[in-house]
């Protein structure tokens, strides 16, 4: 056992990027569309995979052997695909034999799951509330460019995710998971949390401040005790354990029963 660990660690060396896997990552930004309730993203796995089984198939078993493999179950947040595939197609290509390798079935198995559950809490548990609280705030007040800001600030850090992980999955094997521990996604998600309540704050402020009242002065004063009320229940429904993904949900419903 130990000379067989041995002999897959001295085999998998950091490697560039090749033609096959410029194609390869470029299908993989597809996964999505793909989704069915049956095996999830298997689909998706198979159409990225296949400029690889294209160049590794020599015949027709070997490559009814390897598509018959990507055909089962594989589900994973998409924005963490990228990683996923780059890591065990890189032991596809060192590990290869006959349409078979053991070694990246079980890998695939081992970090779809986890990079699901940092995925999904990081991306649309946190990062796209906070970009569409933005977004919203500054469609309030008439920026026409609101949209854009929206995906001016999703997109590009799951882009890089992706493009970043794959090429650190592919060059390392199963190394590659060091990138996805480097980014400390949980940390960032807490982070950004936060500043998901604050903005949510901030986007009552403005709904509220969108009427035109007769008394200036007591409207001023009822909004400034409105937003204490408001911060002050979001820190006590945070405290008792209410998910943060439901306190945006409710008070974003709230600022525009207010508008």
């Known amino acids: 056992m130990e000379n067989e660990i041995s002999r897959i660690d001295e085999k998998i060396r950091p490697k560039k990027l090749n033609s096959v ?6 299908r993989s930004l597809l996964i999505q569309c793909s989704l069915n309730f049956w095996r999830m993203h298997n689909l998706g796995f198979v159409f990225s995979a296949i400029p690889l089984v294209k160049k590794l198939g020599k015949d027709r078993h070997q490559v009814s052997n390897m598509l018959t493999r990507y055909l089962q179950f594989f589900n994973t947040n998409p924005y963490m695909s990228g990683p996923v595939i780059g890591s065990v197609l890189r032991l596809e290509e060192d590990f290869f034999e006959d349409g078979n390798c053991p070694e990246a079935d079980k890998l695939k198995n081992a970090l779809m799951g986890p990079y699901a559950a940092v995925g999904d809490s990081f991306f649309w548990g946190s990062l796209k509330p906070f970009s569409a609280v933005v977004g919203v705030a500054l469609a309030i007040k008439g920026f026409l ?22 090429v650190e999955g592919y060059r390392k094997g199963r190394e590659g998971v060091d990138f996805i521990r480097m980014t400390d996604l949980p940390r960032m998600y807490r982070k950004i949390r936060w500043l998901s309540v604050i903005s949510l704050g901030i986007l009552t402020y ?6 035109s009242y007769s008394s200036v002065f007591y409207f001023e004063v009822m909004e400034r005790v409105l937003i204490l009320i408001v911060v002050g229940l979001v820190f006590f429904m945070i405290k008792k354990g209410i998910s943060p993904l439901n306190i945006l949900y409710g008070v974003t419903i709230l600022s525009f029963v207010i508008s």
């Open 206 to 211: 403005l709904a509220s401040t969108t009427h």
């Open 21 to 26: 896997m410029v194609r390869v990552f470029l």
């Open 145 to 166: 460019l609101a949209p854009l800001i929206f995906l001016l600030i999703y997109n590009p850090f799951h882009i890089w995710v992706r493009l970043k992980g794959f």
